[in-house]
């Protein structure tokens, strides 16, 4: 019997992990399974709980169960504790190992994919949800100049930046008042999305340094709301968050298998040319 790993999440049915880690699982020669797991909103710790008792080893965890799934794992990464939420469940025999790789997936997919330098730059985040907690501590180790939360609800952004302060040199600022800022990297976090929108007020103009990049954690087959906005605005590259995607499913692969597949192959397999 191979062994046995699943994505929970509800919805979950338009998840891309099961491709990303069969292909994973091949490239790397590992014998696993993967499969979705539809848990009911309010049942996410007995789902997790049924799946551990028929074997199950490992579990990636979708919205809208990371705070759950925090909550269900009684041992946890430092990165886990730092994000509050956990998008990888590792069974450890008699019970949950907790850990958080969308922080890491992002600094890989910035880092090694589209090139960017993190250090000494200005980053600036919009959105204070759960994923931008989780990129901030990975984030701030790469020892940005600054990074700079905005977020429509200010006392979210306030939150954060407090939470990170002995991380770097963290802000938060409410939109109107970055006066003329510029920023290196500009990541949009928020769950604005797919809606055809101007950002709501909290995506503001000005704010692209010359070389700028506008990485928008949603990712389509086609430029997103954000990266349109951003182009129109001064930034001078964009990427969506196919590559965080990618590149956390990598990092939850190590965690399960003790190897780091190559997410080259990915890209070209999710997003056709
Ligand atoms: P969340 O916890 O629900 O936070 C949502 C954030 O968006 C909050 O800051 C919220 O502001 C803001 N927001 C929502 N609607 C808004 C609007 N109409 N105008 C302005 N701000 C608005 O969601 P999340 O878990 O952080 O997820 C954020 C996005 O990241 C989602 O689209 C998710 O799919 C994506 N994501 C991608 C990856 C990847 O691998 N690529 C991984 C994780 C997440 P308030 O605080 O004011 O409500």
């Given at each position: ?61 979708t919205a809208p169960f990371k705070l759950d799934a925090f909550a269900l794992a009684t041992e946890k990464s430092a990165r886990a504790r730092s994000a509050g939420a956990c998008n990888t469940l590792a069974w450890r025999g008699s ?179």
């Amino acid at each position: 019997m191979p062994d046995r790993y699943a994505v929970i999440g509800n919805p979950v049915a338009h998840s891309k992990s099961p491709l990303i880690h069969a292909a994973f699982a091949r490239a790397t020669g590992q014998a696993m399974s993967y499969e979705r797991l539809l848990a009911p909103l309010d049942g996410f710790a007995a789902a997790a709980k049924r799946f551990a008792s028929e074997g199950g080893m490992g579990l990636n965890v979708t919205a809208p169960f990371k705070l759950d799934a925090f909550a269900l794992a009684t041992e946890k990464s430092a990165r886990a504790r730092s994000a509050g939420a956990c998008n990888t469940l590792a069974w450890r025999g008699s019970h949950w190992f907790g850990d958080n790789t969308d922080g890491a997936g992002l600094i890989h997919d910035l880092m090694h994919n589209l090139g960017v330098a993190i250090s000494g730059r200005d980053v600036l985040i919009f959105g204070a949800g759960g994923a931008a907690r989780g990129i901030l501590g990975p984030l701030l180790a790469e020892t940005p100049r600054r990074v700079v939360v905005v977020n429509r609800t200010q006392s979210k952004a306030d939150e954060l930046a407090a939470h990170f302060a002995a991380h770097g040199n963290i802000a938060a600022t409410p939109t109107g008042a970055l006066g003329g800022g510029r920023f290196d990297i500009v990541i949009n976090a928020t769950s604005i999305g797919l809606q055809d929108t101007d950002g709501a007020g909290v995506w503001a103009a000005g704010v692209f340094a010359p070389g700028a990049l506008a990485y928008d954690l949603v990712y389509a087959d086609a430029p997103t709301p954000f990266a349109r906005w951003a182009s129109a605005n001064g930034a001078a590259r964009t990427a969506d968050g196919l590559g965080m995607l990618i590149e956390q499913a990598a990092e939850s692969f190590l965690l399960w298998r003790g190897v780091r597949p190559d997410s080259r192959p990915l890209f070209p397999l999710l997003r056709p040319v």
